[in-house]
């Protein structure tokens, strides 16, 4: 199986830093991946899809990148709704999925 | 628009099985595969399985093989996750989520808690 391997776990940021977040896959996946946002109590929510594809209604200040097996999620500008957690979620092979351990962004 | 809802929180003992509901709206059930999604508190997402609600071809992760299964009912556009053999470990938020390169639509979550 392919696996997720996503860092840092956990980051402090102030509003308004520029945060970055990655993926590497333990193959190539080209890019079958998306980004996830989750807050505590309730369920993800899809930021980006095809690696760089943004969803609807997520602000632009959320990018990502790459292909193959190296992925970033770019949050520009970080703003106080942005302190969740992040996931990578890739389904190259699929079935099955397989997420990335997820990155917890927390205010400094 | 596009929903998920699931039933609602569920205690069990070990041993014991849980079924979990999933009801889509807004689009056409069999279109798209259901998947289901577990997180331990305090923990990352861990997929388990997922189900082609047309055809009603299942396929799980190892780890569940033997102890998850999953169902669906057409005619009320509604997929099952049933769980067995219950441990302790099995105690989180179960999802259901419609994959579409991947999930774009996830269910509101389920806790289950195992509990003697």
């Known amino acids: 199986d392919i696996q997720m391997t996503q860092s840092p776990s956990s980051l402090s940021a102030s509003v308004g830093d520029r945060v970055t977040i990655t993926c590497r896959a333990s193959?190539?996946?080209?890019?079958?991946l998306g980004w996830y946002q989750q807050k505590p109590g309730k369920a993800p929510k899809r930021l980006i899809y095809?690696?760089?594809s943004l969803q609807s209604g997520v602000p632009s200040r959320f990018s990502g990148s790459g292909s193959g097996t190296e992925f970033t999620l770019t949050i520009s500008g970080l703003q106080p709704e942005d302190f969740a957690t992040y996931y990578c979620?890739?389904?190259?092979?699929?079935?099955?999925?397989?997420f990335g351990g997820g990155t917890k962004v927390e205010i400094k | 628009q596009v929903q998920l809802v699931q039933s609602g929180a569920e205690v069990k003992k070990p041993g014991a099985s849980v079924k979990v509901s999933c009801k889509a709206s807004?689009?056409?059930?069999?279109?798209?595969?259901i998947n289901w999604v577990r997180q331990a508190t305090g923990q990352g997402l861990e997929w388990m399985g997922w189900?082609?609600?047309?055809?009603?071809?299942?396929g799980s992760a190892q780890k569940f093989q033997g102890r998850l299964t999953m169902t669906r009912n057409t005619a009320i556009s509604t997929a099952y996750m049933e769980l067995s053999s219950l441990r302790s470990e099995d105690t989180a938020i179960y999802y259901c989520?419609?994959?579409?390169?991947?999930?774009?639509?996830w269910g509101q979550g389920t806790l289950v808690t195992v509990s003697s």
């Open positions: 189900m082609n609600p047309n055809s009603g071809n299942t």
């Open positions: 989520a419609r994959v579409v390169g991947p999930i774009d639509y």
């Open positions: 807004g689009y056409t059930f069999t279109s798209y595969d």
């Open positions: 193959q190539g996946i080209r890019n079958d």
């Open positions: 979620l890739q389904h190259y092979n699929y079935p099955p999925l397989t």
């Open positions: 095809a690696a760089s």
